[in-house]
């Protein structure tokens, strides 16, 4: 009896040491990002100014809709296929070597370095299709990068779900394909959009991937809105540079004597635009679990 007194008393004091080093470190990651985001904010609101905040070939605002937009045409590409994929990985691959080749291959391509998918998409889709740099490119190459990642997590978040609802769904008479999209894709939703944030975040921060596919210069007119035109801000076959891009650019090739403020100023505005669009994908992910658990 004292012996397992005293292996539970050693389990406990293991289970309390890990417990307060695993706080510790998240609380260091906290605070590394705390004094991160405070820096960036402090550098970018001494750098604002009316000019550096418009639209105009002056300011950061074309490449902040750059960036919005181009994530959101990626976005549009990846979220379909990687769900997609990790549907049927989860749920209908089954095993087999042809199946294992198959998560081999996606696992290859989560961990491609961004430059080699940026040459990649130059090759094939500027230097192949005999084109100049472009938003689509941009948001195609962004897409080889992330539907690995939302595959991987789609796939996941299936099989976190609890079996019994795959059971009870098929018991009362639904078929296969209704059961995954209307209980377990429904039930997996906030997981998979944690998945969404992270393919987003990686758009917003990625430079390397786009300056070979969607350029770096931009020739945009905000009183044009015809898609077809090519200075128009929607027109997806014109050349775009993103915050990050910018930020490289202005860092590496800068020669504006106020390169370092612009710099620190995208920099602000690219944390605050990754934090606005987390915070809301989280909310709307809460509100639909709510929703689907009965909740208000």
């Known amino acids: ?43 970018g609101a001494k750098a604002a100014t009316p000019d550096l905040l418009s639209f105009t070939g002056y300011g950061v605002g074309i490449q902040l809709f750059n960036t919005v937009y181009l994530v959101t045409l990626s976005l549009l590409i990846t979220v379909p296929i990687g769900i997609c994929a990790g549907i049927y990985l989860a749920e209908y691959a089954g095993k087999g070597p042809i199946i294992a080749v198959l998560r081999t291959c996606i696992e290859m391509l989560s961990s491609l370095p961004s430059i080699i998918v940026g040459l990649f998409g130059f090759l094939v889709l500027i ?29 996941d978040a299936l099989r976190a779900v609890d079996r019994s609802y795959y059971d009870g769904s098929i018991g009362l008479g639904a078929t296969r394909w ?73 860092k590496t090739e800068g020669i504006m004597a106020n390169a370092n403020q612009i710099a620190d100023l995208s920099a602000a505005v690219l944390v605050i635009l990754v934090l606005v669009f987390s ?10 679990d709510k929703k689907m658990s009965g909740g208000k």
């Open 1 to 43: 009896m004292s012996l397992e007194r005293a292996r539970m008393k050693r389990t406990k004091a293991v289970d309390r040491v890990v417990t307060v080093a695993l706080s510790t470190i998240a609380a260091l990651f906290v605070v590394l990002l705390a004094v991160i985001m405070a820096w960036l904010l402090y550098k």
């Open 127 to 155: 230097q192949m299709t005999h084109s100049k740099w472009n938003l689509l490119a941009g948001a195609l190459a962004l897409a080889i990068l992330n539907v690995p990642l939302i595959a991987r997590t789609t796939e």
């Open 178 to 250: 209704q059961t995954t999209m209307r209980i377990l894709v429904r039930a997996s939703v906030p997981r998979i959009i944690t998945g969404v944030i992270l393919a987003a975040g990686r758009g917003f921060g990625e430079a390397a991937v786009l300056i070979y596919t969607s350029g770096m210069n931009s020739a945009v007119n905000f009183n044009n809105w015809n898609p077809a035109s090519i200075t128009s801000p929607l027109n997806i076959l014109r050349p775009a540079d993103t915050l990050a891009v910018h930020i490289w650019a202005l």
């Open 279 to 288: 915070l809301s994908a989280r909310w709307m992910g809460n509100r639909f």
